[in-house]
């Protein structure tokens, strides 16, 4: 999951982009990059780091230019110490093409054997979106076959690319000299919109709130399988590029991944959360009577709709029990328990005297692998509660996800192979209260009647492209982003108790 964003303006976009990745920095804290266009040259500035360390005021007087995109990086595959898996990729030929990248190919390793036997194209790292760029390249190059590329030329290759390539994929790229093309896989599985400003410009994003937040004003999701091309003098053409389509978006989106203040395929993020609020009420109601909960407090930040919306409906009071330290560095997934625990507890801290003598239920938007939710359960004990319920938005994490969310091997899923009566007693809980998968569907998708459905794998493990095996399971595993040396970071954003989504 990444972050992306591409802009075709009048004016120069150095900055605007670089707003619009501060809007999108939920969805990637290892690396950041922006490139731009100046005649015809592209000028690029990537590293490893947030948004507002790796560019410098002389980073940003070197990126020159009317259009542009950039990317934040949250690495699922591939080496996450290298700079160079950082993306904006480049390639020269045809015509010189700069891309980004949300999602994952799930047949990556079949297509790089394909582009260096029979393309006879090199990738020089071990990131599928270098894969994706070079099937672009290669069958643009096929399209135009020396001619002037023009937006039927640009549909055709994209068409192709669908035909190739399998897996999720929303895509930014800009090709020297001739414009911004946008596409997202036939199922659309990771968002991507478009919208426009007052002066004509453009500007694609992961979210709608990168576009509100810069001045521009939201007009639609780019569709599964569709294309967008805007010429460098703001011409815009559209047009469906796959076979088969069907929305069927990534429902941890809703769940915890994107901004609440977003809107992604026509749902609100927010009324998502306060849906599935409403549904897990019924869950608590039928397994912990009311009068034995004193006070629901949320654990920050992305469940706090959800527990807003629980708590009115038990008709008990709703506090903030937890305090997030901002100043503190995530909370990573760390080598030693001890060294995890008290990252945690850096992370968050308790408010005692909302605690102290009751029985309190903490709401929480999904528990992946239970070691955060059972040092936020101690805490709450330690702050004096005489009993502790734990109710998840989600419903239980049980299989990996290979669409690009760093979901774990099964093995570490805390629900892999475990009754909900054992995830309660590892958590330590005096009640674990799961959502129920139908029932979050039907939360989620009751916003928007044009959905078809949703990936929900990692939950009940169907892959929405149907082509997922154990096999392919397996060796997307071993390109996963492991932990690296003891007491460095892991760029996992499933490791926080809760990233931050403000």
Request: with cysteine.
């Amino acid at each position: 999951m990444c972050g992306i964003v591409g802009v075709v303006s009048n004016a120069p976009v150095n900055q605007l982009i670089y707003d619009a990745l501060l809007l999108l920095q939920h969805r990637g804290q290892d690396a950041a990059g922006i490139v731009t266009q100046h005649e015809r040259k592209f000028f690029m500035h990537k590293a490893k780091g947030m948004v507002r360390d790796v560019f410098r005021t002389r980073n940003m007087r070197a990126l020159p230019g009317n259009s542009g995109l950039g990317q934040v990086r949250y690495p699922t595959a591939g080496n996450a110490a290298s700079e160079e898996e950082a993306q904006p990729f480049y390639v020269n030929a045809p015509f010189g093409i700069v891309m980004v990248h949300n999602g994952n190919l799930t047949n990556a390793h079949a297509q790089k054997a394909e582009l260096f036997n029979t393309d006879h194209r090199h990738t020089n790292t071990d990131s599928d979106s270098e894969v994706l760029l070079n099937v672009l390249a290669h069958e643009l190059e096929k399209a135009t076959r020396g001619t002037r590329l023009s937006a039927a030329e640009v549909f055709t290759a994209v068409a192709g690319v669908h035909r190739r390539v399998r897996g999720s994929y929303a895509v930014i790229a800009h090709i020297a000299g001739h414009g911004l093309l946008a596409f997202r896989d036939p199922y659309g599985i990771r968002p991507l919109c478009i919208g426009r400003s007052s002066d004509g410009s453009f500007m694609v994003a992961s979210e709608s709130v990168a576009l509100e937040g810069t001045g521009y004003v939201f007009e639609r999701d780019v569709a599964p399988g569709e294309a967008v091309f805007v010429t460098l003098d703001g011409s815009l053409h559209s047009q469906k590029s796959a076979g088969h389509t069907q929305l069927s978006p990534c429902i941890f989106e809703f769940v915890y991944l994107a901004r609440p203040d977003s809107v992604l395929d026509g749902i609100s993020v927010y009324q998502a959360r306060l849906n599935l609020g409403q549904t897990l009420a019924k869950r608590v109601i039928s397994m912990v009577p009311p009068n034995e909960i004193d006070v629901v407090i949320p654990i920050p930040e992305s469940s706090r709709p959800s527990a807003t919306e629980l708590a009115h409906l038990l008709g008990k009071p709703y506090r903030e029990g937890f305090v997030k330290n901002r100043y503190v560095g995530r909370t990573f997934i760390m080598p030693g328990q001890s060294v995890r625990a008290r990252s945690v507890r850096q992370k968050l801290n308790a408010i005692s005297s909302e605690f102290e003598g009751r029985n309190v239920l903490l709401v929480d938007d999904s528990i992946v692998r239970g070691t955060t939710s059972r040092e936020i359960v101690q805490m709450a004990r330690e702050a004096g509660a005489l009993k502790v319920y734990l109710a998840s938005a989600a419903p239980p994490v049980r299989f990996p996800n290979v669409y690009g969310i760093d979901m774990p091997t099964k093995e570490e899923l805390v629900a892999h192979g475990r009754t909900q009566e054992e995830v309660r007693q590892l958590i330590g809980a005096d009640a674990l209260i799961y959502q129920d998968v139908e029932a979050m569907k039907s939360a989620v998708g009751s916003l928007n009647s044009n959905i078809a459905g949703f990936d929900s794998s990692c939950f009940d493990g169907i892959y929405v492209t149907g082509d997922i095996t154990d096999g392919d399971i397996a060796r997307l595993n071993e390109k996963r982003v492991t932990p690296q040396q003891e007491g460095e970071e892991d760029t996992s954003r499933l490791s926080l108790p809760n990233a931050t989504s403000a």
